[in-house]
C-alpha cells in the first residue's frame, strides 16, 4: 500500500489550500492523455512515460475561492511518503468518450503497444520488474491472459506461464512490443508488478 498526501495549491499564486491524506493499493495508468492546449490525444508507449504523467501535477476547479488571490483554479500534488513493497500498475487498455450530448459511448481498446522498463522510478524510489499480465484479445470480456514472471533460476530468467504450461520465455515475450500470437493477435502488456529495490 502506497501512504502519501495530496496538496491542493492555488494555481495563481501558489498559496496551499489543504492535504489531504491518500491510499493507494494499485494504480489505473492512462496510456493516451488529452491535451487540452493542443486539442488532441497524446499517446504514450512507455511505462515509465505513461506513470510520470498520472503522478504529474494536475490543474483542477474548486468550488472555494482562494484566500489569498479568489482564484478556483488549483493545482492538485500527489507526495509518496510510504512506498509499497510491490508496486502494481493496471494499464487502461479500454476508454469511454464523453459525447457533446453528455451520453457517454464505449468502452473502446487501446491497442498501442506500451514498451516496459526493467527498473521503474516512483518519486525517487527505485523498483524492479518481477512479473507482468499479458492480454491477448479485443475486449475485457473475450480473450486469454497469462503471464511472463521473474525466476533467477539455472535455466533462465524470465519464465512464460499459460495455463499449465511453463516454459523459458524468448526475449520477444518478454518484451511483448510487436508480438504476435499465432491466431494473429497481438500481446498487450496489462498489469505490471514492480519490486521495489533496498540499498545493499
Not at 495549491?9 to 493516451?32: K, L, N, W
Not at 527505485?126 to 470480456?141: F, I
Not at 519464465?159 to 518484451?175: F, I
Amino acid at each position: 500500500t502506497t501512504l502519501g498526501a495530496d496538496t491542493l495549491r492555488c494555481a495563481s499564486c501558489g498559496h496551499a489550500r489543504q492535504s489531504t491524506r491518500a491510499q493507494f493499493h494499485s494504480y489505473q495508468v492512462p496510456i493516451e492523455v488529452e491535451d487540452a492546449e493542443l486539442g488532441e490525444t497524446v499517446v504514450l508507449r512507455d511505462i515509465q512515460t505513461a506513470f510520470d504523467a498520472y503522478l504529474a501535477d494536475d490543474i483542477v476547479p474548486y468550488e472555494l475561492a482562494c484566500e489569498k488571490c479568489s482564484s478556483h483554479r488549483y493545482k492538485k500534488t500527489f507526495c509518496a511518503t510510504v512506498f509499497p513493497e510491490v508496486l502494481v500498475l493496471t494499464l487502461k487498455r479500454f476508454k469511454v468518450v464523453r459525447l457533446p450530448s453528455g451520453a457517454c459511448e464505449g468502452p473502446y481498446p487501446v491497442d498501442h503497444p506500451v514498451a516496459t522498463r526493467e527498473h521503474l522510478d516512483f518519486q525517487g524510489q527505485s523498483y524492479r520488474l518481477r512479473s507482468v499480465v499479458v492480454h491477448v484479445g479485443a475486449s475485457l470480456d473475450a480473450g486469454h491472459y497469462f503471464t511472463v514472471a521473474r525466476h533467477d533460476t539455472n535455466n533462465g530468467t524470465w519464465w512464460l506461464y499459460n495455463d499449465g504450461q511453463r516454459k523459458e520465455a524468448t526475449p520477444a515475450q518478454v518484451s511483448t512490443v510487436g508480438l504476435w500470437t499465432r491466431n494473429g493477435e497481438e500481446m498487450k502488456r496489462y498489469v505490471f508488478f514492480y519490486e521495489k529495490c533496498t540499498a545493499s
